[in-house]
């Protein structure tokens, strides 16, 4: 039995991991809820920079006494999980998807950073969450999943109805407005220093994450170890997760 921390990305939680440990029973699964995530307990105080969170991660990793763990993450996460990586041993393998890449930035976040800055947006963005057509846009969740079907009341029951919190929405504002894509753009030199065979997974029909951005990755990797493209989107790990469970279980059973 082995002890695998799922990272999830912004603006939701956790929870994103819930269908991919279920096919995972043989083995100890976290998943964990990120600082900013609609269920985190406090944003006042805390430190949204990715070396902090990275740290905050490796910490709740200690308190869980986890002598060795596999890391899977996708979306914002994927750049903590890197950091991790390359600096604790711990860390057995490797897993990724749907993520930033150094120098390209998906067209929506840096407008989303701007309008979270804005006064106000906070009280419209809680309104427009109310809104099963805006969640089904390409403004929010529409490059989630290829089927918008998927954007349920059991999707806003677990995940939007959490953000559209005051709280959830501060977090989310935090999180993105600190994202660190001068790190980001770093990453080759990370990947250096990553000794865990690298396992990627790719929703091939994302339009956040081009399937065409997967030659750069695989070739910053030295510890590159499968590469496997599903149809999927961003949450492809939601839509297969039987697939992406196959996935995992491979990597640690090569570990």
């Known amino acids: ?25 043989e083995h100890r699964c976290h998943l964990l809820d990120l600082p900013g995530s609609p269920r985190f307990p406090c944003v006042d105080r805390s430190d949204f920079s990715g070396a902090a969170l990275a740290d905050w991660i490796q910490t709740r990793t200690n308190e869980l006494h986890l002598s060795s763990y596999a890391l899977v993450a ?38 989303y950073q701007w309008l979270l800055g804005v006064p106000g947006t906070p009280q419209l ?18 490059g989630c999943y290829s089927d918008p079907r998927r954007i349920d009341d059991e999707f ?5 109805e959490p953000l559209r ?3 959830g929405i501060e977090g989310a504002r935090r999180f993105l407005r600190a994202f660190d894509y001068a790190g980001v753009d770093a990453l080759p030199e990370v990947h250096r220093r990553i000794r865990a065979p690298v396992h990627v997974v790719w929703g091939e029909d994302d339009a ?6 997967l030659d750069q990755l695989t070739r910053s990797l030295p510890t590159l170890a499968s590469v496997q493209r599903l149809r999927g989107k961003l949450l492809v790990h939601d839509e297969q997760p039987a697939a992406y469970a196959a996935v995992v279980r491979h990597a640690l059973a090569s570990a």
């Open 1 to 25: 039995m082995a002890d695998i921390v799922f990272v999830h990305g912004w603006p939701l939680s956790g929870a994103t991991w819930r269908r991919v440990a279920e096919h995972l029973p």
């Open 74 to 111: 996708h979306d914002s996460s994927t750049y903590l999980a890197q950091l991790i990586a390359a600096g604790d041993a711990r860390v057995s393998t490797l897993v990724i998807s749907n993520t930033e890449m150094p120098h390209h930035r998906p067209p929506w976040v840096p407008f």
């Open 125 to 142: 963005l809680r309104s427009l969450l109310g809104s099963r057509a805006y969640l089904r846009s390409s403004a929010a969740f529409g």
């Open 156 to 160: 806003v029951r677990t995940f939007i």
């Open 165 to 167: 919190t005051p709280r």
């Open 208 to 213: 956040t994450f081009p399937v065409q951005l």
